[in-house]
């Protein structure tokens, strides 16, 4: 059976309506010279959340376990529309203790604005600018974040020292000298209950148009 844009458009809606967000991963191509292309996961329709700040979220790496995480701080952000305007505004956000074997390493987040939202919408996220998603709701005016994942020593794509055989794997860096406006630490006990409290109410989705609560 063939997979065609209907049955993708079919399974972005059903996942918004149930979870509140679809996480769409595209897997990397690890060919020689210009065959590689890095894996990545975007979200669609976060930004259609009931009472949480317009949001979708890039995230470039090679293991499936980091759309996990993104659902994690989806959570946590989506009730916190302040909070998220504040990261917004600025160059971005760290969250502390959340990856690695140990849960001992951050994540970045930045905003991607300008050119580096176009780069994005066109190379990477071509689903959010989907007219059926934009039409109907699913997917609202919506500011872009990109999350970054760090090398072993913490060191993130565009910082001195990043491991270099993972700089294909991310290849929207970070700008020289970046440092987060704000800084959240899922290791913080409140912190995980506050994420926990979050994801148990429910993901109510902004009224749309033609689908869902319209």
């Known amino acids: 059976?063939?997979?065609?844009?209907?049955?993708?458009?079919?399974?972005?809606?059903?996942?918004?309506?149930?979870?509140?967000?679809?996480?769409?991963?595209?897997?990397?191509?690890?060919?020689?010279?210009?065959?590689?292309?890095?894996?990545?996961?975007?979200?669609?329709?976060?930004?259609?959340?009931?009472?949480?700040?317009?949001?979708?979220?890039?995230?470039?790496?090679?293991?499936?376990?980091?759309a996990g995480h993104i659902n994690l701080i989806g959570d946590y952000l989506s009730k916190r529309p302040d909070l998220c305007r504040q990261i917004d505004a600025g160059s971005g956000a760290e969250f502390k203790r959340i990856v690695g074997g140990n849960a001992d390493l951050s994540l970045?987040?930045?905003?991607?604005?300008?050119?580096?939202?176009?780069?994005?919408?066109?190379?990477?996220?071509?689903?959010?600018?989907?007219?059926v998603l934009n039409g109907d709701g699913t997917v609202v005016p919506f500011s872009l974040w990109q999350f970054l994942v760090p090398d072993l020593s913490g060191r993130f794509a565009g910082q001195e020292g990043f491991d270099d055989r993972l700089v294909d794997h991310c290849p929207l860096s970070l700008p020289e000298g970046w440092s987060p406006d704000v800084v959240i630490d899922f290791g913080d006990p409140e912190v995980r209950q506050a994420t926990l409290d979050s994801s148990r109410t429910g993901r109510p989705r902004r009224p749309g148009r033609g689908f869902g609560n319209s």
């Open 108 to 131: 970045a987040a930045r905003p991607l604005t300008g050119v580096l939202k176009e780069i994005a919408l066109d190379r990477y996220c071509c689903g959010l600018t989907n007219p």
């Open 1 to 66: 059976m063939t997979y065609t844009k209907r049955n993708w458009i079919e399974d972005a809606h059903h996942y918004v309506n149930k979870t509140g967000r679809y996480i769409q991963g595209v897997l990397g191509s690890y060919g020689f010279d210009d065959d590689f292309s890095p894996q990545f996961y975007y979200t669609v329709g976060n930004s259609s959340i009931e009472g949480s700040y317009p949001l979708e979220f890039l995230l470039f790496w090679h293991t499936g376990s980091m």
